[in-house]
C-alpha cells in the first residue's frame, strides 16, 4: 500500500509549486478539469501526487513541528548539501532534528509554513 496524493492548501498556488518543483524536483502534471479553484497537481514519484489548492486566507497549523504535523520524505543523502543549498535558495528555513536517530535527517519549513522531514533514504532503517 502507499499513499496516492497529499493535497496542501495555499494562498499562492504558482509560487507554492515553483518551489516543490525548483528544490524538490517534483513535475507538474495534468489536473482534473472539475475543480472550481486555481490547483496544480505534481508528481512526487510513480503513482503519488501533491496537488496543491488555493484557499482564501489561508494559515499553517500552529501544530507544524517535529513533534506535531509534518510530511516526511525519503532523499538521497549523499545529496543533502545540495538540496539544502537550493531550499534556502527558495526560501524554505532549514530546521534541526530535536532528537538523534541512527540514520540522518532534516527538517525545512517551506513558504507556507508547512514542516518537512527529509530522512536520508540510503541510511534508513526504522527505529
Given amino acids: 500500500m502507499s499513499f496516492a496524493h497529499l493535497t496542501l492548501a495555499t494562498q499562492d498556488v504558482i509560487a507554492s509549486s515553483q518551489f516543490f ?3 524538490l524536483g517534483w513535475t507538474p502534471i495534468s489536473r482534473p478539469d472539475n475543480i ?12 503519488q501526487q501533491l496537488h496543491l489548492l488555493h484557499v ?9 513541528a517535529e513533534f506535531g504535523r509534518h510530511f ?13 543549498a537550493r531550499l534556502l535558495e527558495h526560501h524554505a528555513e532549514l530546521i534541526d532534528p530535536l532528537r538523534d536517530t541512527p540514520f540522518e535527517r532534516f527538517f525545512f519549513r517551506d513558504p507556507n509554513g508547512y514542516i518537512f522531514e527529509v530522512i536520508d533514504k540510503e541510511g534508513y532503517s526504522p527505529e
Fill in 36 to 47: 472550481d479553484r486555481t490547483a496544480a497537481w505534481l508528481d512526487i514519484a510513480p503513482g
Fill in 21 to 23: 518543483q525548483n528544490t
Fill in 72 to 84: 516526511a520524505i525519503f532523499y538521497q543523502g549523499s545529496e543533502f548539501p545540495a538540496l539544502k
Fill in 56 to 64: 482564501e486566507n489561508f494559515e499553517v497549523s500552529p501544530y507544524e
